[in-house]
């Protein structure tokens, strides 16, 4: 995908008919409706039946799976597909974000704001953990797409001002601005940080990447599960890793 065929797929998909109607409508999600016309603008290559599930595409690139939620979800389809052809997963990432509040009574949305948050790589890690088995796989491809994106939320949550603990409603991506392709397990040391020393504990892991610890040892866990790094003994009772 590119700035191109994003737009592309964009205006294709608010210019047809069936979008004329509010936001959250049909069953497909904004979100994974335009991402499938990006990387796929002709239509007879969606929604193909191949070896019981259905593709989300299937062209002479073999197979794209547009994954918006839990890639957990996609274990059993990956299991029928990866023998038979190249899957290709594609799993967003908002670069940038930006909140709209929808009132529950009244259905008002109020202005959108930008999240302080940005978006990288590491956003991708708990997912990739959940499918860290079929990472390695050689007709296993991965695509982190990265967009900019709006949110709107039901003012539905716990807290006072209903804003924690709220429900999503839609995401609506307006912008594309990066897309990083791994197609091998070498391909996985990008998430390794520059300044990481050659052996080093998950606390190192964490300083090198300013990461949550959490998210770091989920990271390790999958980095060395596909050989790029090993754990070569302990260092003040903390498992000691080196880079291969």
Not at 149 to 169: A, F, P, T, V
Request: aromatic share 12%; net charge positive.
């Amino acid at each position: 995908m590119n700035t191109e065929s994003f737009y592309l797929a964009y205006n294709a998909f608010w210019g047809s008919e069936r979008q004329q109607n509010s936001i959250g409508t049909y069953s497909e999600k904004t979100l994974h409706a335009i991402l499938k016309h990006s990387y796929e603008l002709d239509t007879s290559c969606h929604e193909i039946k191949f070896c019981n599930f259905v593709a989300d595409i299937m062209n002479d690139n073999g197979i794209t799976e547009i994954q918006t939620r839990s890639l957990n979800n996609l274990r059993r389809k990956l299991d029928a597909f990866l023998p038979e052809t190249v899957v290709t997963v594609v799993y967003p990432i908002a670069s940038r974000k930006w909140l709209c509040w929808i009132d529950a009574e009244t259905g008002e949305t109020t202005k959108k704001r930008k999240s302080p948050k940005i978006g990288n790589i590491y956003d991708a890690v708990s997912e990739l953990y959940k499918i860290k088995m079929y990472l390695g796989h050689p007709n296993f491809k991965l695509k982190l797409a990265f967009l900019e994106i709006e949110e709107y939320r039901h003012l539905n949550g716990w807290s006072k001002d209903k804003k924690r603990g709220s429900s999503r409603y839609e995401r609506i991506p307006v912008a594309f601005t990066d897309e990083i392709s791994f197609n091998c397990p070498d391909d996985y040391r990008l998430f390794l940080p520059d300044n990481l020393p050659e052996n080093f504990t998950s606390q190192d892991f964490k300083k090198a990447s300013d990461q949550n610890l959490k998210t770091c040892q989920t990271l390790i866990n999958v980095l060395n599960y596909l050989g790029v790094i090993e754990q070569i003994g302990k260092s003040s009772r903390k498992n000691l890793y080196k880079i291969n």
